[in-house]
Nanobody, 119 residues
Framework: QVQLVESGGGLVQAGGSLRLSCVAS????????MAWYRQAPGNQRELVAL???????NYVDSVKGRFTISRDNAKGTVHLQMHSLKPEDTAVYYC?????????????WGQGTQVTVSS
């Protein structure tokens, strides 16, 4: 069974740091783009950061300079290091990945992990 499993969310004070991790498991031929999205109550899900298989990265403007996305291709993991957290970063964070399974591409989502930043 192919799945993405996130970990690392929690409650932190403004200015603090958290590190999110996501691991892909199952019969996966390869992993292309990996990304983190977030969704706050009443808001649409938004792309926070993306990393290609080659290591190129993109960030939403609101997190540039504070968040860093990284991946370990050998382990099938992607991480999101978050510094200088703000209350507006509070959301459920979702891992997303483009997986190659039996010759076809599929986008998978993790179950989400809650990040709460108190002021």
């Amino acid at each position: 069974q192919v799945q993405l499993v996130e970990s690392g969310g929690g409650l932190v004070q403004a200015g603090g740091s958290l590190r999110l991790s996501c691991v892909a498991s199952g019969s996966i031929s390869s992993i292309n783009d990996m990304a983190w999205y977030r969704q706050a109550p009443g808001n649409q899900r938004e792309l926070v950061a993306l990393i290609t298989s080659g290591g190129s990265t993109n960030y939403v403007d609101s997190v540039k300079g504070r968040f860093t996305i990284s991946r370990d291709n050998a382990k099938g993991t992607v991480h999101l290091q978050m510094h200088s957290l703000k209350p507006e970063d509070t959301a459920v964070y979702y891992c997303n990945a483009d997986l190659l399974l039996s010759g076809r591409h599929y986008r998978y989502w993790g179950q989400g992990t809650q990040v709460t930043v108190s002021s």
